[in-house]
T-cell receptor, first 113, second 112 residues
Framework: NAGVTQTPKFRVLKTGQSMTLLCAQDMNHEYMYWYRQDPGMGLRLIHYSVGEGTTAKGEVPDGYNVSRLKKQNFLLGLESAAPSQTSVYFC????????????FGAGTRLSVL | AQSVSQHNHHVILSEAASLELGCNYSYGGTVNLFWYVQYPGQHLQLLLKYFSGDPLVKGIKGFEAEFIKSKFSFNLRKPSVQWSDTAEYFCAVKNAGNMLTFGGGTRLMVKP
């Protein structure tokens, strides 16, 4: 059971480039989340999804887009990367209802030059 | 908007010292509270949680936390830390929208 898998683990982009981060979970979870982690600011929610085909904005959605075409996958896209998007990105998932225990992936470290 | 405050950004302790990390939240309703830990190079893992009942909850690796409703606090404690406890610790609160709000994190370094 792999849990939550994020690819890639590291990436360096130039300003203006685009990329997609992939999150895959094999736990049949309905909910999926994308966070960014910055020093001293904890984790901030970018976008989330409550099920296949649905997405919603979180606390810091600007500059990002997401898609949930399949239940097990949640993609985070950067259309035109900016240095302010240098961060560590975490994906998480959880079951519907219950105790809202989120399971996290290992993270993607992104640097935008 | 709900917020979570972790007052200590960096803590340095020697092995066998006692640990207490502060967490305060701003939300007047029913809360679900969590502590997550992130070991160097690893993903976040759930350390312990509080939903209801006994306000003193025990988690993995000898950690415990006490929910004090009157103080809006959920402090994390461990009587005797080990070098392997070196990590970043995050307090989180489930808000009315069923989302988690995280504190800024506390980096703990335990010197051998």
């Amino acid at each position: 059971n792999a849990g939550v898998t994020q690819t890639p683990k590291f990436r360096v982009l130039k300003t203006g480039q685009s990329m997609t981060l992939l999150c895959a979970q094999d736990m049949n979870h309905e909910y999926m989340y994308w966070y960014r982690q910055d020093p001293g600011m904890g984790l901030r929610l970018i976008h989330y999804s409550v099920g296949e085909g649905t997405t919603a904005k979180g606390e810091v959605p600007d500059g990002y887009n997401v898609s949930r075409l399949k239940k097990q996958n949640f993609l985070l896209g950067l259309e035109s990367a900016a240095p302010s998007q240098t961060s560590v990105y975490f994906c998480a998932s959880r079951l519907t209802g219950g105790e809202n225990i989120q399971y996290f992936g290992a993270g993607t470290r992104l640097s935008v030059l | 908007a709900q917020s979570v405050s972790q007052h200590n950004h960096h803590v340095i302790l020697s092995e066998a010292a006692s640990l207490e990390l502060g967490c305060n939240y701003s939300y007047g309703g029913t809360v679900n509270l969590f502590w997550y830990v992130q070991y160097p190079g690893q993903h976040l893992q759930l350390l312990l949680k509080y939903f209801s009942g006994d306000p003193l909850v025990k988690g993995i690796k000898g950690f415990e936390a006490e929910f004090i409703k009157s103080k809006f606090s959920f402090n994390l404690r461990k009587p005797s830390v080990q070098w392997s406890d070196t990590a970043e610790y995050f307090c989180a609160v489930k808000n009315a929208g069923n989302m988690l709000t995280f504190g800024g994190g506390t980096r703990l370094m335990v010197k051998p």
